[in-house]
C-alpha cells in the first residue's frame, strides 16, 4: 500500500473532530491536555521541555487514541536549545557562516535528543524598523547577508539529525514572500499593508525565504 493509500483510509476513518484536532496545537501544557490527547483532540504541542514528558505525550498518542497517530513536537529553538548562542542578530554580526551554521546543528542535536521534530527557526524577515519586537531574532536589514545566514542555518539543522527535525521559519509577517505584509511597528506580531513595489518584493521580502532550503 503506497503512502498516499495509507493517508486515504486513515483519513477515512477520522472523525471530523478528530480531523480538526490534528490541526491544533498547545501553545503552553497542561494536565488537563493528556485526555485530549486521548481524544485526538491535539495534534501538535509546542514548547514542552524534557525527553521524558515528550515520550509520555506521545505514548499516550500512540498507545491510548483510538488511531494513534503521533503528536508534532514543536519548539522555538530560535538561539541554542540547552546550549545558549549569542540571538541571532548578535551572530549576524559575525559574518562567520560557519560558526553560524555550527551552533544551529548544536541546537538541533540537542532539540532533537529532547524530543523535538519541528523547529520553529530561522526567522528570515528582513526587519528595517527598530521598533518592531522581533528584530533580535533576525539577521538585520541586509538582504544578501539574512539569505546567506538562512541557508547557514537549515543547513546546520538538517546537517546534524537527517529529517528528525524539519525547519520551518518563523515570521509574524506571515506572507514576505507575496510582500502583502511588512514587519515593523512597535508590538511583537504588528503588521502593516507593505504598498511596495514588485522589484523591492522580489528583491528584499523573498531572497531570504528562497535561498533558505539546503540544496
Not at 538561539?79 to 549576524?92: K, N, S
Amino acid at each position: 500500500m503506497s503512502v498516499e493509500q495509507q493517508i486515504d483510509k486513515l483519513l477515512s476513518r477520522m472523525t471530523l473532530q478528530e480531523k480538526i484536532g490534528q490541526m491544533i496545537q498547545t501553545g503552553t501544557f497542561e494536565e488537563a491536555d493528556k485526555e485530549k490527547i486521548r481524544m485526538g483532540r491535539i495534534g501538535s504541542v509546542l514548547g514542552v521541555t524534557g525527553a521524558d514528558l515528550v515520550n509520555e505525550l506521545q505514548r499516550i498518542a500512540v498507545e491510548e487514541s483510538r488511531l494513534g497517530i503521533p503528536l508534532l513536537i514543536a519548539g522555538d529553538v530560535i538561539h541554542g536549545y540547552r546550549t545558549t548562542f549569542p540571538i541571532p542578530l548578535a551572530e549576524a554580526c559575525s559574518w562567520d557562516m560557519a560558526l553560524i551554521e555550527e551552533t544551529a546543528a548544536v541546537a538541533a542535536r540537542e532539540a532533537s535528543a529532547a524530543g523535538i521534530h519541528w523547529i520553529l527557526a530561522p526567522m528570515v524577515d528582513i526587519a528595517r524598523d527598530p521598533r518592531w519586537g522581533r528584530v533580535a531574532e533576525g539577521a538585520g536589514e541586509d538582504v544578501w547577508l539574512a539569505a546567506a545566514i538562512a541557508r547557514a542555518r537549515v543547513a546546520g539543522i538538517q546537517r546534524t539529525i537527517g529529517k528528525t527535525v524539519r525547519t520551518w521559519s518563523l515570521a509574524p509577517s506571515t506572507l514576505p514572500a507575496t510582500g502583502s505584509l511588512k514587519p515593523e511597528g512597535t508590538i511583537t506580531r504588528s503588521m502593516s499593508p507593505s504598498g511596495g513595489s514588485g522589484k523591492r518584493i522580489s528583491h528584499r521580502s523573498r531572497r531570504p525565504w528562497k535561498r533558505g532550503p539546503a540544496p
